[in-house]
């Protein structure tokens, strides 16, 4: 018996980006963009940000549909945002190892252990962690959200860096945090990291708060993606080290150029030489031709429960009222 023929893999446009350009149109999409995808999607997006930026986008949505080329921690926070309207993602795989490092299940135990307390959560968490949360933070605004809870015994979660390092530019020493890391900023190296500012005795380091103590310790400036966007822009330096997704650099080159300025732009080293382990592996599933088909065919769809998006949705509005 003859084997099955094989299915012929399907025809894209050669203009993939004219096509997701008519696309967009013909079915009322706006794309948000995060700035760890990769540059030609960042072109093509209506808007571009970090985790705060992005929410405060979703929540001014005036279209049918929202197209989020990010995480799907991200897709599933428009849709809280935006209970009727379709969001689709161009790849349901693309999650992230902080909101996977910290299930729901585990997470109300160990809320639940430490009766009393208040939860700040990260952005980069479920919809079912933001759901037994009392507050929403982002890097960029975390310690100011820490203040809302002042006096009071508080749960940070999921990263056990940035929640040592709110902690230290709170003067708190008594944060109860969830052990969780991203494995993209888990993975700079210090010891490569103070090689490479030996090499370029004149550079300014940047770092996301995301990182290890150890390179915190040798940044010159911390701050959220836009903040370190920003201050690569701003900085006198002409050689910059940044210890970040280098998504950030198509931006930051955008920006300079803009200005008729370049930089060199070099990335912090990781614990593996040659390795692409700095950049997100989530984040990088997302492509242009799923994002033809996306938009083409309007999913993979992202929905959240109604219970669980009424419930998360009190803290990421208290959060977006707080950074107003």
């Known amino acids: ?33 995060h700035y760890y995808q990769e540059d030609e999607i960042q072109d093509l997006a209506d808007f571009v940000g970090d985790s705060l930026a992005l929410v405060q ?15 799907h921690f991200m897709a599933e926070t428009a849709k809280i945002l935006n209970p009727t309207r379709k969001v ?22 160990f809320i639940e252990a430490h009766p009393g307390a208040k939860v700040l959560s990260y952005i980069n ?27 009071q015994k508080v749960i940070f979660a999921p990263d056990r860096h940035l929640g040592r390092w709110v902690a230290k530019e709170s003067g708190r020493d008594d944060l109860i945090i969830w052990p969780g890391i ?38 010159d400036h911390v701050a959220s993606t836009t903040g370190i966007i920003r201050r690569a822009v ?18 930051i080159e955008r920006k300079l150029e803009a200005e008729g300025r370049r930089k060199t732009i070099l990335q912090a080293p990781g614990m593996d030489e040659g390795c692409s382990c700095n950049r997100c592996p989530f984040m990088r599933l997302n492509t242009l031709e799923k994002l033809y088909l996306c938009l083409r065919d309007l999913e993979p769809e992202v929905t959240v429960p109604e219970d669980v998006r009424v419930r998360a949705l009190e ?10």
Not at 25 to 31: G, H, I, R, T, Y
Not at 235 to 241: D, K, Q, R, V, W
Request: overall charge negative.
């Open 1 to 33: 018996m003859p084997p099955p023929a094989l299915r012929a893999p399907e025809s894209l446009p050669t203009d993939l980006e004219g096509e997701i350009r008519r696309l967009k149109d013909e079915q009322n999409a706006v794309l948000l963009a």
């Open 315 to 324: 803290p990421i509005e208290l959060m977006l009222e707080l950074s107003a």
């Open 125 to 151: 968490t479920s919809a079912e962690v933001k759901a037994l949360s009392d507050l929403i933070c982002t890097s960029s605004n975390a310690v100011g959200m820490l203040k809302h809870f002042e006096g």
């Open 57 to 71: 986008a979703a929540k001014r949505v005036d279209r049918d549909v929202i197209v989020f080329c990010g995480v």
């Open 182 to 219: 991203c494995i993209v900023h888990e993975q700079f190296s210090a010891r490569g990291l103070a090689e490479l500012k030996m090499r370029h005795p004149d550079a300014e380091v940047l770092a996301h708060p995301e990182c290890d103590d150890a390179v915190l310790a040798q940044a």
């Open 88 to 109: 689709v993602v161009p790849d349901l795989e693309a999650g992230c190892s902080l909101a996977d490092g910290c299930p729901p299940d585990e997470f109300r135990a």
């Open 234 to 251: 701003e900085s006198p330096a002409e050689t910059l080290i940044i210890a970040t997704e280098d998504g950030v650099f198509h931006q």
